[in-house]
């Protein structure tokens, strides 16, 4: 990491940066700030197949459960044996699609208590992923388990000892960070393109029921189709109730709110990129707008996180937002800026902007100027290119396919994850502090290094 303002870094990113174009054959040509806009192109990993097969199961094969198989199943030697899920309409489909030799059990226990089985994708709604995971590491399977790690931030430490101790595989699955486009601001940023850190924003809007958490309800559910014990696990004794199960985010026994299911991914992000370990001081507010469906979380929250200075980087703000009434609507965004330019951040590209790189714009300044009559005109310079955009070459397989390989590289080679135990909890830890900050009403401290709540 380059060391907060070394004199150096500008000088050799501007250097990269023109060797980049000269190799990419790009022709940037001085015109006016907006022609001066140079496009490169990313590339893809290269991957090589592999001869042994890992046999998979899924437990929790809802949404994200099964599109975690389909993306894993695209990892060559890669071999779904196994589905568990509470409610049987899921294990129905799960045969539908995968074939009648795919095993389902509502019990997840059955599952881990196999020998044929190498990993486990752990797909269930947030309540259930540390006991989950804790119990297959225990077992001897390598874990991928959904975002955010942990329900609760006082989950983590145990979840960290049992991947430590199992000695297996623990993925959390934030997949942008594994991104083309991740790894790019991350080169960028260690090449002093921005110049020295100091602000960070991000957003996520929605605007639709089904963004908004609106799921659809089966028609065939009832106590028969649902094994509502097993939902539940550790979460308080209630009486069968479908919207719970099936619009589970709503609720706080089971889900984590917009901060848990959203923030989470940024802050994976922003920590990737920045090389940090995480803020010292969260505060949230928020409100609960227009989604009244008898919800307990809001559907618009805003976080402001302090980060301190670090060996990694400067000390920088951050601000994240969610919004599900936006009627501007479904974007997402993460925009690093700095004291020379600022990157906006997505996994597939980055476009950044040098502020060094296009004539001062304040009216204050020009008009003082102005005043100036026998103020020598300065001599013109070379301006390099106002905005450069990196974007994935055609083919990129994607942020969810990089993440899985970096999953079962570790598996059959035993390399670090992407996202271990560690960063995990790094990440989830100032987003579930939102959730205490918001209803609580308090300004939450944390310890990014000894990752405790102070
Ligand atoms: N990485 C991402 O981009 C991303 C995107 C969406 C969801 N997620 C995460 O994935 C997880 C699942 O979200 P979803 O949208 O797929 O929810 P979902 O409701 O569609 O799926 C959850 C499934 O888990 C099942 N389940 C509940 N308790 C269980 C238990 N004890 N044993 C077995 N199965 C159980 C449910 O019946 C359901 O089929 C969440 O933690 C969410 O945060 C991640």
């Not at 539940?232 to 706080?252: S, V």
Request: glycine residues 8%.
């Amino acid at each position: 990491m380059t060391s907060p303002g070394a004199p150096q870094s500008r000088r050799t990113f501007v250097g990269k940066l023109a060797a980049g174009a000269l190799a990419t054959g790009a022709m940037p040509t001085v015109l006016s700030a907006a022609a001066r806009r140079d496009v490169f192109t990313l590339a893809s990993h290269r991957y090589q197949s592999a001869n042994d097969q890992i046999q998979l199961a899924v437990i929790g094969a809802g949404g994200m459960g099964m599109a975690d198989v389909n993306t894993a199943l695209r990892v060559p030697g890669v071999k779904l044996v196994a589905v568990a899920d509470c409610y049987d309409g899921r294990l129905e489909r799960a045969k539908e699609l995968h074939g009648a030799d795919v095993s389902t059990t509502r019990d997840y226990r059955e599952i881990l208590a196999r020998d044929d089985i190498d990993a486990v994708i752990v797909g269930t709604p947030d309540h259930w992923h540390q006991k989950i995971s804790i119990d297959a590491l225990r077992a001897g399977k390598a874990v991928y388990c959904e975002k955010p790690m942990v329900h609760k931030i006082g989950q983590g430490a145990d979840l960290i000892r049992a991947q430590n101790e199992s000695g297996k595989t623990f993925q959390v699955g934030s997949q942008g960070m594994s991104s083309l486009g991740n790894e790019k601001a991350k080169a960028l940023l260690e090449d002093g393109a921005i110049g020295e850190l100091n602000y960070a924003e991000g957003f996520w809007a929605r605007n639709d029921p089904i963004g908004a958490w609106q799921y659809a309800i089966p028609e065939d559910e009832s106590e028969k189709t649902v094994d509502w014990d097993m939902f539940l696990g550790d979460a308080p004794k209630r009486p069968y109730d479908p919207l719970r199960i099936f619009r589970w985010r709503n609720y706080r026994d089971y889900g984590t709110g917009v901060s848990g299911d959203l923030f989470v991914h940024l802050f994976s992000s922003l920590h990737f990129v920045t090389s940090s370990k995480g803020p010292r001081k969260v505060m949230a507010q928020g409100g609960l707008r227009y989604w009244k469906d008898g919800r307990e979380v809001p559907d618009i929250l805003l976080g402001m996180f302090d980060y301190a200075e670090s060996d990694a980087h400067p000390p920088f703000n951050l601000s994240l937002r969610v919004n599900l009434v936006d009627g501007t609507s479904g974007t997402t965004f993460l925009r690093l800026v700095g004291s020379e330019g600022a990157m906006d951040v997505t996994w597939t590209e980055v476009v950044l902007r040098r502020n060094k790189a296009v004539s001062p714009t304040d009216v204050f300044l020009q008009m003082k100027s102005d005043e100036m009559d026998d103020a020598l005109e300065a001599r013109k310079q070379m301006l390099p290119p106002a905005e450069s955009v990196y974007v994935a070459e055609d083919g990129y397989m994607g942020a969810h396919f990089d993440h899985f390989m970096s999953f079962f590289r570790s598996v059959r080679e035993g390399t670090p994850v992407a996202e271990d135990a560690v960063f995990g909890l790094r990440a989830a830890a100032p987003a579930l502090a939102c959730n205490e900050s918001y209803f609580d009403e308090k300004v939450v401290e944390w310890d990014p290094e000894t990752m405790k709540v102070l």
